[in-house]
């Protein structure tokens, strides 16, 4: 049986990563600060506590283990790639969780190998800060790509704006709680903000598939196969809770005259994001269908609660709103 260190893993992407791995029958360690609840203490899913910015600690790992796949969620710092694609030089695979943000132009889609990636200077690899998250990633990118030069298999996947059950940021959350709240609701510049998203278990899979089957040095992007506009998103959501939902489409100058600004929406993006996924599917992945995928998402989010309500606009000012614009 092939054994794989999934560094972080107790969370969100790290968490559905674990199962994956296990479900396809890897023996699976874990590698976290031990600072949160482990989900997997009912399984046979092994932990190592310790902090993964500490060399020793990836060495002890190495050695604990003898991982033949090493995942890692957790590297936020272009010196945390660095470390890991050195410690772990000799595994079969170093599967490096990048982000669609470390790109560093406009384009739709963008594509591996072809559009930019965001520049990094010195301060900001050592910043963090979510100005910085975006050119940290792209610089952590270069770092697997070094590595790959020098032999190591060493890949990188990037994720979109990632959402499905567990999703401790709640940035899609608070479009779950409106439509299963209220029959009105506000969506800024008429629900046309194009930002595509990919299910949690969609990245897990994609992992474990450039693990197995990707080639070292390159990158992976990852996302829904189909990108609906946030209006698509609540019609989409109202499905899942077989309810009916208005929306109403608001501009920046309506906007502005509540107070608030487009940016103050989750999932809004002024301009289209869009990740080519055509590269990973060559490799056999595929996304679930939304309806699927949604299902499980609402009923995990309904159960603990999670609403997102700090993440957008109040109920109030909303409500409010809705009331100036449709007397």
Same mark, same amino acid.
């Given at each position: 049986m092939?054994?794989?260190l999934?560094?972080?893993?107790?969370?969100?992407?790290g968490?559905?990563?674990?199962?994956?791995?296990r479900?396809?029958?890897?023996?699976v360690?874990?590698?976290?600060?031990?600072q949160?609840?482990?989900?997997?203490?009912?399984?046979?899913v092994?932990?190592i506590?310790?902090?993964?910015?500490?060399?020793?600690?990836?060495?002890t790992?190495?050695?604990?283990?003898?991982?033949?796949?090493?995942?890692d969620?957790v590297?936020?710092?272009?010196?945390d790639?660095?470390v890991?694609?050195d410690?772990f030089?000799?595994?079969?695979?170093?599967?490096?969780?990048s982000?669609?943000?470390?790109?560093g132009?406009?384009?739709?889609?963008?594509?591996?190998?072809?559009?930019?990636?965001?520049?990094?200077? @010195? /301060?900001?690899? &050592?910043?963090?800060? !979510?100005?910085?998250? %975006?050119?940290?990633? +792209?610089?952590?990118d $270069? =770092?697997?790509?070094?590595?790959?030069?020098?032999?190591?298999?060493?890949?990188?996947?990037?994720?979109?704006?990632?959402?499905?059950?567990h999703?401790?940021?709640?940035?899609?959350?608070?479009?779950?709680?409106r439509?299963?709240?209220?029959?009105?609701?506000?969506?800024?510049?008429?629900?046309?903000?194009?930002?595509?998203?990919?299910y949690?278990?969609?990245?897990?899979?994609?992992?474990?598939?450039? @693990? /197995?089957?990707? &080639?070292?040095?390159? !990158?992976?992007?990852? %996302?829904?196969?189909? +990108?609906?506009?946030? $209006? =698509?998103?609540?019609?989409?959501l109202?499905?899942?809770?077989?309810?009916?939902?208005?929306?109403?489409?608001?501009?920046?100058?309506?906007?502005g005259?509540?107070g608030?600004?487009?940016d103050?929406?989750?999932?809004?993006?002024?301009?289209?994001?869009?990740?080519?996924?055509?590269?990973?599917?060559?490799?056999g992945?595929?996304?679930?269908?939304?309806?699927?995928?949604?299902?499980?998402?609402?009923?995990?989010?309904?159960e603990?609660?999670?609403?997102?309500?700090?993440? %957008?606009?109040?109920?109030?000012?909303?409500?409010?709103l809705?009331?100036?614009?449709?007397?």
């Amino acid at each position: 049986m092939d054994s794989v260190l999934v560094i972080g893993g107790g969370r969100f992407i790290g968490r559905h990563t674990v199962t994956e791995f296990r479900d396809a029958g890897y023996d699976v360690t874990m590698l976290t600060r031990g600072q949160r609840q482990n989900p997997f203490t009912d399984t046979d899913v092994a932990h190592i506590e310790g902090d993964r910015t500490d060399r020793e600690t990836l060495e002890t790992a190495r050695e604990r283990v003898d991982p033949d796949v090493v995942v890692d969620c957790v590297a936020y710092f272009p010196e945390d790639v660095r470390v890991a694609t050195d410690v772990f030089a000799d595994v079969d695979a170093y599967v490096y969780i990048s982000s669609g943000a470390a790109y560093g132009a406009e384009r739709t889609p963008k594509r591996e190998g072809e559009t930019p990636l965001a520049g990094c200077t @010195a /301060e900001q690899a &050592t910043t963090d800060s !979510a100005e910085t998250y %975006g050119p940290r990633k +792209a610089e952590g990118d $270069r =770092e697997v790509f070094a590595a790959a030069e020098d032999g190591v298999r060493a890949m990188s996947v990037r994720p979109t704006v990632v959402y499905g059950p567990h999703d401790y940021t709640e940035r899609f959350a608070y479009w779950v709680d409106r439509v299963a709240e209220y029959d009105r609701i506000v969506v800024p510049s008429d629900g046309l903000s194009l930002w595509q998203m990919v299910y949690v278990e969609d990245v897990a899979s994609a992992l474990r598939l450039v @693990a /197995e089957r990707g &080639t070292a040095g390159e !990158a992976y992007n990852v %996302g829904d196969e189909h +990108a609906p506009t946030l $209006r =698509e998103w609540v019609d989409l959501l109202a499905g899942v809770h077989e309810t009916d939902v208005e929306t109403i489409g608001v501009g920046e100058r309506e906007l502005g005259a509540a107070g608030l600004e487009p940016d103050d929406f989750p999932i809004y993006r002024e301009s289209p994001h869009l990740l080519s996924t055509a590269k990973l599917r060559d490799l056999g992945w595929s996304s679930t269908p939304h309806e699927t995928a949604l299902a499980v998402t609402v009923a995990e989010h309904r159960e603990n609660d999670r609403t997102g309500r700090e993440f %957008g606009p109040d109920r109030d000012t909303e409500a409010a709103l809705i009331d100036r614009l449709t007397v």
